[in-house]
Nanobody
Framework: QVQLVESGGGLVQPGGSLTLSCVAS????????IGWFRQAPGKEREGVSC????????YYSESVKGRFTISRDNTKNTVYLQMNSLKLEDTAVYYC????????????????WGQGTQVTVSS
């Protein structure tokens, strides 16, 4: 069964850190571009970061550049999103998604999606 499962979300104070994990089963993650997306209540889904399936090129939205780091561990079939210096506006449900084409296809074109993990930044 093809599946993506996110974990690592939680409640953190502003300035804190979290690491999200995206574990794949039923397919080999390193053949895929893996994107992290987020959606806050009442807002549209936003692309946050992506790691490509060729040379592991990484991409970040301007809102997280310099604070978030995406990486993959192919031995664990897992992609991570290290989030530092978290801000109130980072509060959202975070999703990982996989597609073999490029990082830049529309979000709704990504082939596989996880169920999401909640990140809440609050004092």
């Amino acid at each position: 069964q093809v599946q993506l499962v996110e974990s690592g979300g939680g409640l953190v104070q502003p300035g804190g850190s979290l690491t999200l994990s995206c574990v794949a089963s039923g397919f080999t993650l390193d053949y895929y571009n893996i994107g992290w997306f987020r959606q806050a209540p009442g807002k549209e889904r936003e692309g946050v970061s992506c790691i490509s399936n060729n040379f592991d090129r990484t991409y970040y939205s301007e809102s997280v550049k310099g604070r978030f780091t995406i990486s993959r561990d192919n031995t664990k079939n897992t992609v991570y999103l290290q989030m530092n210096s978290l801000k109130l506006e980072d509060t959202a449900v975070y999703y990982c998604a996989a597609d073999r084409s490029t990082c830049f296809v529309p979000a709704n074109s990504y082939r596989y999606w996880g169920q999401g993990t909640q990140v809440t930044v609050s004092s």
